[in-house]
């Protein structure tokens, strides 16, 4: 008996969660439980998104995330396997620095600025992060210093 296979088709954008938070809210009737998600897009060619989604289910809720993430995505100039120039961004508490690094010492990132320069396809960068240890703050600051780039 020959099953019909589909054809494996190759997504144009990786997607990563990056962190799921449980909401909860009291109301008169009890606690209303929601999720919040979120997530980053990249096609590892020099596109990056974040989204945040938020629902009752963490599935839609990354669905949400997904598609704002798509809408919203930003162009990064790359410069070989790394990044053109140091830059240094402060986006409320969270303050990240970016350096090209040379090729062949791969991504020196902690945490949530690792999964965005992943997504964006950079493969040599050395990063830190100062100020807040807050996923959401730290994947944000990160693409702003991202927009920064010429």
Do not use: W
Not at 47 to 70: I, N, Q, T
């Amino acid at each position: 008996m020959a099953r019909y296979e589909e054809p494996r088709v190759e997504k144009e954008f990786e997607e990563k969660v990056v962190q799921v938070n449980r909401v909860s809210k009291k109301t008169k009737g009890g606690n209303r439980i929601s999720f919040s998600v979120l997530v980053v897009v990249g096609d590892k060619k020099g596109r990056v998104g974040v989204g945040l989604g938020k629902s009752k289910e963490v599935a839609s809720g990354v669905a949400k995330a997904v598609s704002y993430a798509k809408k919203h995505l930003i162009t990064v100039p790359l410069k070989g396997t790394t990044i053109p120039h140091d830059v240094r961004v402060k986006l409320g508490a969270a303050e990240v620095l970016l350096k090209p690094a040379p090729t062949g010492s791969g991504l020196i990132a902690g945490g949530a600025v690792r999964v965005v320069v992943e997504a964006v396809g950079v493969r040599d960068i050395s990063s830190k992060v100062l100020g807040t240890n807050n996923k959401a703050s730290n994947v944000y600051a990160c693409l702003e210093a991202l927009k920064k780039l010429r």
